[in-house]
């Protein structure tokens, strides 16, 4: 008997390593593609995602399993190991039918930001990060990092950094020490975390490194010719013009203008010195606030969303993007060099995903195929027609202008309207999902009743749909466009849908106990956090289902 007990407890640790690891580091990049780390392999230094790539293990079929496929809901998913049907985080933003008003996932007025140049430069809306405050508030599940908060209290210390408000926000949970983003050319926080900065964010403020970089110059890292090659010409159709930045190389970071203002910031946005800059305060954060250096995991959550901010302008296939990834190779590499001076490479687990993927240009799908219907989604044209159809079916709206109001892929009826109109809210939906579905753009929509199963159904993207419903806070009708249809005008690329191209994403892990390997097997980005629990020795996040991948 005992023989056979040592037996088994000589095997169930091999892929342990003796101690957990003292720091765990969540690298997420916002809108980074399973596909650009094969791609861009080549041109990879030893040190960054080849690194993850050649002693890590890989992930080759990783996606989000659910519909809508966005920054929030992503960082959310990847930090609870659950969905927006339980952590709550349906979309970046969504809005209240009954008020009609717009609700930021982050956005909490009692937390101020802390921090940030006062509102001289405020962004405009269409880029959002608008937010003056920032919580987790509404975020309804436990992170994994709240989950070591709970298990080791004060002795695990949890640190959240990003480019964005909401990936630092969801990637830290309502327990973080600390989570710090970028505002307009500042590290910042809100007054949820902390009252004012720590000396280490006022310190890297200080040395400027942002406002510095205005009127600086973006050119290719490597040989124009490299990129021609793999990814076409700097040129493309499609590619949209903002901030001063044009579609080819050579470009001045200046927002066009002569003097650092608002524009300056927007084209920052872009700019893959935003990779770098957060790669140093990880550095900084690891130092100042001693993580990985006692026997009591941490956890470090980093958001690189430079990416997206440059894919949106110009697309998957673009000599923008491929420099955007190479330069975030460097910074990585910059860091893990850093992580093995300063942690040992005994001590510490990464793993890299992305919040989502994207798609290609249309005018680029338009080029290339004959049989693919691609495009631009005409939201005007949806909207006009689901109004009509609800008009024909219940009259003019009664009093008011419109019976819905668009919120993201999804209608929500207003209800004073269904009041006064004696219309039945099931039956407005049904004729919601049969305009949406008469539409060419539209693969298919749901109506609450089929998403939360109170009618039978079935078909594509209704699972998917179930897991980015929430109860309480979702629309009264959902949809997906069909691929290659996509949600920008009048140029640029986006995601949001359950299309393999949003939804398929890297899945690298790296660090003491694991060894080398590829596997190809199915897995969703819900089994990171499960997965980070049973490596750091923490309890599961209590609502997560997926089991750990090791
Ligand atoms: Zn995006």
Redesign the pocket.
Known sequence: MMVVLAAVLYVAPSLRAAEPPRLAVVIVV??CRADYLDRFRPWFVADGFRRLLERGVVFTEARHRHALT??APGHATIATGVHASVHGIIA?EWFDATTGSRIPSVEDPAAPLVGAVAAATPLPAALGDTETSGSPHRLLATTIGDQLKLRHGAQARVIALSNKDRAAIFLGGRLADGAYWLRTGRVVTSRYYRETLPAWVEEYNATDPINRRFGATWDQLLDAAIYDAVQGPDQAAGEESRHGLGTTFPRRIDGGEATLGREFHNAYRLDPHGSAVLGQLAQRAIAAEQLGRDATPDLLCLGFSQL??C??SFGPDSHEIMDSVLRLDRALAELFQFLDREIGPEHFVAVLTA??G?APLPERVQAFTRDVTAGRLDFATLTHDVEAALAAAFGAPPGVATWTIRDSYGFRLLPATLAAGGVDAPAARQVIKDALQRSPQVAFAWTREEVLGAVPASGPYLDAWRLSYHAGRSQDVVFSPRPYIVDRRPAGS???TPNDYDNHVPLLWYGAGLAPAVRREPVGTDAIAPTLAQLLGAPRPPEALAASLF
Do not use: E, L, M, S
């Open positions: 916002d809108q966005a920054t970046n997206d901010y894919g949106h919040d989502h994207v986006n995601h949001g």
